[in-house]
């Protein structure tokens, strides 16, 4: 198999080690907005510009739990895909993202559990080659998938 993944199913079977799959998307305002009214974090380093420009980060910042819920697209959609369950994600924000900034989202299969039916992963976002956010992950891929 490609490591350029671009279907919606894997068969827990056909994973391997070293599959990976990555999404891009250019943070703007309204991704911004959007995701403060969904969350409900409004937080003002999020928000205000005037706000944003005291704080130690000089500008907006877009909220890390967006950048992190591209994984889950990625998983629901590429790898293991449609059906499968988060059981576990960890996260360390290592760099801010900005407006404007392009966050390339890559997971990375580490380890495939037949028996117990679990899939791990390696999870990164990155800014201009640059880590913002590194975790793994651990989802379940039910019977029938």
């Known amino acids: 198999m490609s490591n350029s993944l671009v279907f919606n199913q894997v ?3 056909e994973i391997q080690e070293e599959m990976e799959v990555s999404y891009s998307q250019t943070i703007t305002d309204a991704d911004v907005k959007a995701f403060a009214g969904i969350s409900g974090d ?3 380093v999020h928000m205000d510009d005037e706000y ?3 704080s130690r980060f000089k500008k907006r910042i877009a909220h890390g739990m ?3 819920s591209y994984f889950s697209a990625l998983f629901g959609t590429k790898i293991p895909g449609e059906g499968c369950v988060y ?3 960890s996260l360390q924000f290592k760099r801010p993202v900005y407006l404007g900034d392009t966050v390339v989202a890559t997971v ?3 380890k495939v559990d037949l028996d117990k039916r679990r899939v791990f992963f390696r999870t990164t976002c ?3 080659n640059k880590i913002v956010i590194d975790g793994e992950a651990e989802l379940y891929v039910p019977k029938d998938k």
Request: aromatic share 0%; charged share 20%; hydrophobic share 40%.
């Open 52 to 54: 944003a420009q005291n």
């Open 42 to 44: 409004r937080n003002p």
């Open 108 to 110: 990375t299969v580490t």
């Open 66 to 68: 967006m950048s992190a």
């Open 126 to 128: 990155k800014v201009k």
């Open 11 to 13: 068969p827990i079977e």
């Open 87 to 89: 059981v576990a994600q």
